[in-house]
């Protein structure tokens, strides 16, 4: 319960800062209306001045009003020679009804009588005049600028303008907006001084929760509200120019090429993780390795070897064997790439999956006489179960989301990612790039959501008193011999694509022209080297600030119980599972806006890394938190450290792995990232992926190849620096019995 003296002490300051919060608001909003009606009264009398002598140019002198005087209504008042008054001849139909309505009256009668005295005048009331639909215009007060005649001493006519005040509406907003995030901060911050035991955690939670709710929830809002939008009304033309034939049968071809690529890349996966964890062939390291090759290369270098091999023009397909009607664009040539990219998604995965399985059930099924191929059967691989459809789930979930690949290798075949990339740099159509990429999200939620009914369904645990640190051999000499052909082939083809972008980088002209150069090599680091530069820079400067979330994200969800808990865990992994043209777009609608106006610089490019790729390093700092008992912490608090003490000098070594393949992680994917970035680079902070693109779109294969190794060859220093700062301990490794 709170005290009686700090809940009237925490009253009492909150009602003091509102109080100050609230005069700050008004008196800005107060100086900002005096200036802007200053400055309307100013280019009113400026406008007025211009006003023609003769009748027949009055209406194409109102029609410029709309350019001098944005939003406003305006009526021309001119002389009447039977009244000697002032009478409408021209301009707003709607003004014009209210200079003869008997609530106006007076105020008119005002301003006409002022104007006859050449004097500028504003109405003592406002005015909402009607909208087209019906609706009511922003109100405002009318001024009169009178026009004088050629001698000067009478008025001619007089304007009459209504200004909506759009302007200062919208500032308006703005302060509102900022008066309240000032107070919503102040009463957060307070209150954590005041009522926590553990302020550390208390901003770290309201920090993570600023950066998810800023950063995740309100780009994703922006975008769905965009979607329901048209010309500024609600409206639901968006969806239903997507949700058209055309556009339905891209999200076909984005599904079918998701579980083709997930089928063969599972099953791929499944054959390396056996034969490295579960078979006693020699040269695992090596087959991990390579294996593993795939997913920190850049997205663009695969693709551009299957097109230096096998295109129209390729080594193989031309060259050596002269076929005329081949084409590896399209489905074919889709899955066969993203099945070697993703393929590593599937082998990590399985790999930890098969290599805890404990080995005594499968003896057990071995001594009542089961054959291997049956213990396999039924022991090994229902026990894998629910790793092999996460695997599926994933590579789903990432070729869904494949940007790079099929705006290379698509060709005719249409999938809802380039669709969306086009629709919004080739039309121009934010709303319709925001659709299409909502529209992914429904085949990977229902892909999600079917596989925990699966598993749910069935317990695959097997419970023992330590773990085996022995491995039985299930795959017999035969068998083991045609495991290792397939993994041979499948390195020795990965290998051949790699050396196909090396051998790119010393071609004059590949598929025409294929003698020795070294011209591309000055060329490509000449042109390429301010995005190398830039994207070094940007992916160094996410790395820590993303490794140190991650871990701070992990303490407070693994450490922590509060209210919300649930919620800041599932925005913080949101990102993960929505598509990266979604995220760019998203950016671009959020951020291209006051107060945060973000776009084209440096910090947006910094927030998407570490947004993007945060969910993964908290589920690695979140795994190695719960294998660590909490009462070395608890140790520490007893002999007095206070909490950010606890996790500099006990959490953090304690994790050090996770923390270091975090900002490891978050290098590489930074280093090779394409789907948002490509909506969020501009002329002064470029992309290395994008500079490849662009290459390979102008048939610069030569140059594309140096860019490619230069960031492979960038990537394989980050991740080997990772392996030299965590090594193996070998506690998990296992004697192989035949």
């Known amino acids: 319960m709170i005290e009686k003296r700090r809940l009237i002490r925490l009253v009492a300051v909150v009602t003091v800062f509102l109080a100050a919060d609230l005069w700050v608001c008004t008196t800005l909003r107060g100086s900002f209306r005096g200036l802007m009606a200053e400055s309307e009264t100013k280019a009113i009398g400026l406008f007025s001045k211009t006003a023609p002598s003769g009748p027949a140019q009055v ?389 999600f959501f079917a596989q925990r009914y699966w598993i749910g369904r069935k317990s695959y645990v097997t419970v023992t008193g330590k773990p085996s640190t022995r491995l039985t051999e299930l795959a017999s000499p035969a068998v083991r011999f045609a495991l290792a052909a397939f993994v041979g082939l499948c390195i020795a083809f990965i290998i051949s694509l790699y050396g196909t972008i090396v051998a790119g980088c010393f071609v004059k002209n590949w598929g025409i022209d294929y003698s020795f150069t070294l011209s591309n090599i000055p060329e490509a680091l000449s042109r390429g080297w301010k995005s190398i530069l830039d994207t070094v820079t940007l992916a160094a400067a996410a790395t820590p600030i993303a490794g140190i979330l991650a871990m701070i994200a992990a303490l407070v969800v693994v450490r922590k119980a509060f209210p919300g808990k649930r919620i800041l865990e599932a925005l913080i992994m949101t990102p993960f599972a929505v598509p990266g043209t979604l995220i760019g777009i998203s950016y671009i609608l959020a951020f291209n806006k006051p107060p945060l106006l973000l776009v084209g610089t440096a910090a947006i490019i910094v927030i998407n890394y570490v947004v993007r790729e945060l969910p993964v390093g908290l589920e690695g700092g979140a795994a190695s938190l719960r294998q660590i008992d909490p009462s070395i912490e608890e140790a520490a608090r007893d002999l007095g450290a206070d909490t950010p003490t606890v996790f500099r000098t006990v959490v953090l070594p304690l994790i050090r792995p996770a923390f270091i393949s975090s900002m490891s992680y978050t290098f590489v994917r930074s280093m090779t990232a394409v789907s948002a970035i490509i909506f969020l680079i501009s002329a002064r902070w470029y992309h290395l992926t994008v500079q490849i693109y662009n290459f390979s779109e102008l048939l610069r294969f030569g140059l594309a190849s140096v860019l490619s190794t230069v960031l492979i060859i960038i990537v394989l220093l980050a991740f080997g620096l990772m392996r030299l700062l965590v090594r193996d301990d070998g506690l998990t490794e296992k004697s192989v019995s035949q």
């Open 59 to 447: 209406a194409d002198w109102l029609s410029s009003a709309k350019e001098a005087l944005p939003g406003a209504r305006v009526l021309w008042l001119a002389a009447d020679p039977a009244s000697g008054g002032l009478v409408p001849a021209g301009g707003d139909a709607s003004l014009a009804a209210l200079a003869t309505d008997s609530a106006a009256k007076a105020d008119f009668d005002k301003g006409i009588d002022s104007a006859h005295y050449l004097e500028p005048s504003t109405s003592a009331k406002s005015y909402a005049l009607p909208a087209a639909g019906g609706f009511l215009a922003a109100r405002g007060r009318l001024q009169f600028a009178p026009v004088p005649d050629e001698s000067g001493a009478d008025a001619r006519g007089a304007l009459v303008v209504l200004s909506a005040g759009a302007v200062a509406a919208r500032f308006d907003g703005l302060i509102i907006a900022m008066g309240l995030i000032a107070a919503a901060i102040f009463m957060a911050i307070y209150l954590v001084i005041s009522l926590s035991r553990d302020p550390f955690m208390g901003f770290a939670i309201l920090g993570l929760f600023a950066i998810v709710l800023v950063f995740v929830a309100y780009p994703l809002f922006e975008s769905v509200r965009l979607t329901f939008m048209k010309d500024g009304a609600l409206s639901l033309a968006v969806w239903k120019e997507i949700l058209t034939p055309g556009y339905l049968g891209a999200l076909w071809g984005s599904i079918r090429l998701g579980m083709v690529t997930a089928t063969f890349s599972t099953f791929l996966g499944f054959v390396f993780a056996f034969v490295t964890e579960r078979t006693s062939l020699k040269g695992r390291k090596f087959m991990t390795t390579m294996a593993t090759l795939p997913v920190i290369s850049p997205p663009f270098s695969l693709t551009l070897s299957i097109i230096l091999l096998f295109g129209n023009n390729g080594l193989i397909t031309k060259q050596l064997f002269g076929l005329k009607h081949f084409s590896i664009y399209g489905l074919g040539g889709l899955s066969v790439v993203q099945t070697i990219c993703m393929f590593p998604i599937a082998f990590l995965t399985l790999s930890s999956v098969l290599k805890g399985i404990d080995s005594t059930v499968e003896d057990a099924s071995l001594d009542l006489r089961a054959s291997r191929m049956r213990t396999f059967r039924s022991i090994t691989l229902p026990l894998a179960l629910p790793g092999v459809l996460s695997a599926w789930l994933l590579v789903f979930t990432n070729s869904l989301a494949d940007f790079a690949n099929p705006l290379l290798l698509a060709g005719s075949y249409r999938v809802l990612s380039t669709e969306a990339y086009m629709a919004v740099t080739g039309q121009n159509n934010l709303g319709g790039g925001a659709a299409l990429s909502l529209l992914l999200l429904l085949p990977t939620l229902t892909a």
